[in-house]
Nanobody
Framework: VQLVESGGGLVQPGGSLRLSCAAS????????MSWYRQAPGKERELVAT????????VYADSVKGRFTISRDNAKNTVYLQMNSLKPEDTAVYYC??????????WGQGTQVTVSS
């Protein structure tokens, strides 16, 4: 099983980034996919989730209206489009795949830094 994040980097406040997470080694379409983040000195927090069936989405209040999670089951990839970025969005962003009683997998993380 592999989850490989990409797309992180340094961006100015108000800017945008698109994170990608390429999955392999499991049946991607059957897993709920999420993005989490962890800032220095803070606990890991859920940013957004997209369900396996129907593609319903859930967002943390802090990112609603700014971030969009999506998935492409044909490419085994989940995305996080991040707009209107703020310094408080600075964190390591992790991809997660979860299916009840079957599996819970994590990527290695990608750094997002929002600074002028």
């Amino acid at each position: 099983v592999q989850l490989v994040e990409s797309g992180g980097g340094l961006v100015q406040p108000g800017g945008s980034l698109r994170l990608s997470c390429a999955a392999s080694g499991f049946t991607f379409s059957r897993y709920h996919m999420s993005w989490y983040r962890q800032a220095p000195g803070k606990e890991r927090e859920l940013v957004a989730t997209i369900t396996s069936v129907g593609g319903s989405t859930v967002y943390a209040d802090s990112v609603k209206g700014r971030f969009t999670i999506s998935r492409d089951n044909a490419k085994n990839t989940v995305y996080l489009q991040m707009n209107s970025l703020k310094p408080e969005d600075t964190a390591v962003y992790y991809c997660n795949a979860w299916r009840a009683t079957i599996g819970n997998y994590w990527g290695q993380g990608t750094q997002v830094t929002v600074s002028s």
